[in-house]
């Protein structure tokens, strides 16, 4: 193995950078609710702008994909909470266990992302309305203090759902929307908070692995996990996909059937919120991936069923979740995770 010659740096950077993207999430938070906002919109007004929607989906994941998960990578690692592998899904994004990525690599991934964000929001401020902006802000800030400090609402209990995640869920959906009809409903508002509820559930199960090393971090991590404790954890996720199933099923009823789709998919993970076993690496990673894939095809089924000239998004999804898989790569711990996942102690393997 010593004889093999490493990958090229600029191969190294690349994989880095993919990896601290963090496709997978980005497809079930922004990517998701930014297509149920655009679908929305489509059922209200009856038409779609593809450069809309494209600009709602770039600012949305770079917000995310990179802006706050770099800040995350950053801070999470200072802490200590990061630099214990053995975890596949939750922990980070690895680059900085795996040595793709330094701090400072990371500070540019912020830096580029950021200026990148503040143009396309200078664009849409000239191009369709100033106060679109706010929503653009907001997100963006939000994405920041879920880590960084003095705020890091991520290291307080409930703090980091309700004022970090559950926010810029519905922002990312709401702009979507916004960029599209220059208003806000009762209904894309009702819709985007059932989905920011399954993301909150998903957070809620990410956590999981990490509590020992969050309570063991410096500052502490108090994420809601280590508040409440695996029973009540599991609990607080099943009830937040409930209402969320509950909230599909409404707009189902008195909007449009398509959001019974939505319903039928977010039912299942209730069951597998309140299943998971949230001390083991197999239960743990295969059922966060499992309720990944309801969260997606929750959202993405009924934007299609709303408006189906984007049914390419559910294939895009698709060979997006599988490229995340097969380029993070430790072979059974990760890619087959959702079938067999060998729960040893030897942490991931090493590219």
């Not at 701090?103 to 950021?114: C, Y």
């Not at 964000?117 to 706010?134: G, K, M, S």
Request: hydrophobic fraction near 55%.
């Amino acid at each position: 193995m010593a004889a093999i010659p490493p990958a090229p740096r600029w191969t190294r950077k690349a994989k880095g950078w993919f990896l601290e993207f963090r496709l997978i999430p980005v497809l079930l938070w922004s990517y998701t609710a930014v297509a149920l906002g655009t679908a929305i919109a489509y059922l209200a007004s009856g038409s779609l702008n593809v450069l809309w929607f494209l600009a709602a989906l770039a600012l949305g994941a770079l917000i995310q994909g990179w802006v706050t998960h770099a800040i995350n990578e950053i801070y999470d690692w200072r802490s200590g909470t990061d630099q214990v592998g053995g975890r596949a899904l939750s922990g980070g994004s690895h680059v900085r266990n795996l040595e793709l990525l330094g701090e400072r690599d990371l500070w540019w991934v912020f830096a580029i992302s950021s200026v990148a964000v503040a143009a396309l929001t200078a664009w849409v401020v000239r191009e369709r309305a100033a106060w679109l902006a706010l929503l653009i802000v907001v997100g963006y800030g939000l994405g920041l203090a879920y880590t960084a400090p003095p705020v890091s609402t991520s290291y307080h209990p409930f703090a980091g759902e309700w004022l970090g995640g559950f926010p810029g869920v519905l922002l990312s959906g709401l702009g979507a929307y916004a960029i599209q009809t220059l208003s806000i409903s009762l209904v894309v508002t009702t819709a985007l908070t059932a989905h920011a509820l399954v993301c909150m559930a998903m957070l809620i199960v990410h956590h999981y692995l990490d509590e020992p090393m969050d309570a063991g971090a410096t500052p502490p991590k108090r994420t809601t996990v280590v508040a409440l404790g695996f029973t009540n954890a599991k609990r607080y996720a099943g009830i937040m996909a409930g209402i969320a199933a509950a909230l599909y099923a409404l707009l189902g009823a008195t909007v449009h059937p398509a959001f019974f789709l939505g319903a039928a998919f977010t039912v299942p993970a209730v069951w597998i919120h309140l299943r998971i076993d949230p001390s083991e690496l197999k239960s743990v990673t295969r059922n966060e991936l499992r309720v990944i894939q309801l969260g997606v095809a929750a959202g993405l089924s009924t934007a299609v069923g709303l408006a189906p000239p984007l049914w390419p998004l559910l294939p895009i999804a698709a060979v997006g979740y599988l490229a995340h898989l097969a380029v993070a790569a430790p072979p059974a711990e990760l890619a087959r995770a959702w079938r067999k996942v060998r729960a040893t102690d030897s942490g991931l393997r090493r590219p």
